[in-house]
């Protein structure tokens, strides 16, 4: 861990390397999807909500090694809850997002199915007791995930015309070089916060769901920003649904072969009812018309704010 002194040189880094990589990213991700005659909500969802799901992997799956599932659950239930309310609010308060009708028929239902399952996994105990087998049920629904959106990719492209968006390499290198960057620039930006965290001595499921949370969704936060920013709805929405799908059904499925996660906890459960009901939020959100505007961002933002009193102090009412 970095000392004290260097945290805020180390934050500022770490800030410096997130904005300037995210932008490549959606550059890169919006001209390869043009060149390959892809949608960019497909490739949103498949490799950057990915790529910017590396910074939870290596929390979420590092921390389950070490045999610390406060970190390794916390992490992922705060960074999918950041994701929908922090993220999604900042991008659509920077410009208000256009919902495409295939987020609200396919995308949309696929998050809020991995996350009541992941209510009704944790209830059971299979993230627990039984975390083996639930380890490779998450996996295995992965897997099934993945196949599914790989297969709408290659329909799209076979109805599609390629559009001439310069160098399929240039672009793929692009979207490369700015998932590295971004990855470092959480990386500093999360050992920033947690010695700034550790040194105010916070706890450590605290610390996770909060701090460590909001630091491993940096990337996202970024990249649906600048996405947002230059007009590249797609990219905004496609990188939060993507990046919540991976983050529940590939990083905990990985997590719970290593160790049971204590979910089914009082403590647990209750932010795993949180997200639940953010999720269920979203919904009316986007069906309520063709874009997210900003005085729902605003109402997406005043709901976070709430959810981190509750972390840092409601919670001690009830456990």
């Known amino acids: 861990m970095i000392s004290i002194e260097l945290a805020i040189p180390v934050f500022i880094l770490g800030v410096i390397f997130l904005w300037k990589c995210s932008d490549m990213l959606v550059d890169g991700t919006s001209k390869t999807a043009a060149q390959l005659g892809v949608s960019t909500l497909v490739i949103s969802v498949l490799l950057v909500g990915f790529g910017t799901s ?54 949309a239902p696929i998050m809020l199915g991995a996350t009541i399952f992941l209510l009704i996994a944790a209830y059971l105990g299979f993230l627990d007791k039984y975390h083996l087998i639930g380890g490779i049920i998450f996996l295995a629904l992965f897997f099934l995930f993945v196949y599914y959106f790989i297969s709408c990719a290659r329909k799209e492209r076979n109805n599609s015309n390629k559009i001439k968006a310069g160098s399929t390499t240039k672009n793929l290198m692009f979207i490369i070089l700015g998932i590295l960057g971004v990855i470092v620039g959480a990386w500093f930006l999360i050992e920033s916060a947690v010695c700034i965290a550790d040194f105010l001595n916070v706890p450590t499921f605290v610390i ?87 005085l729902e961002g605003v109402f997406m933002l005043g709901i976070y704010s709430v959810f981190m009193w509750y972390t840092f102090f409601g919670y001690q009412m009830f456990f």
């Open 208 to 294: 996770a769901i909060s701090m460590v949370a909001i630091g491993t969704s940096l990337p996202e936060l970024v990249v649906s920003s600048v996405a947002a920013y230059k007009e590249e709805s797609d990219i905004a929405v496609g990188n939060v649904l993507g990046s919540n799908v991976f983050n529940i059904l590939m990083i905990l499925g990985v997590a719970a072969l290593f160790i049971p996660l204590k979910a089914n906890n009082p403590e647990s459960i209750a932010h795993l009812l949180i997200l639940s009901l953010v999720t269920l939020i979203l919904f009316p959100i986007i069906y309520t018309g063709e874009k997210i505007s900003r």
């Open 54 to 107: 590396a910074p939870e992997f290596a929390i979420s799956v590092g921390a389950a090694y070490q045999n610390n599932s406060d970190i390794s659950l916390g992490n992922v239930v705060g960074s999918c809850i950041a994701n929908l309310l922090l993220v999604l609010g900042i991008a659509t308060i920077i410009r208000p997002i256009k919902i495409q009708k295939k987020i609200i028929r396919r995308e």
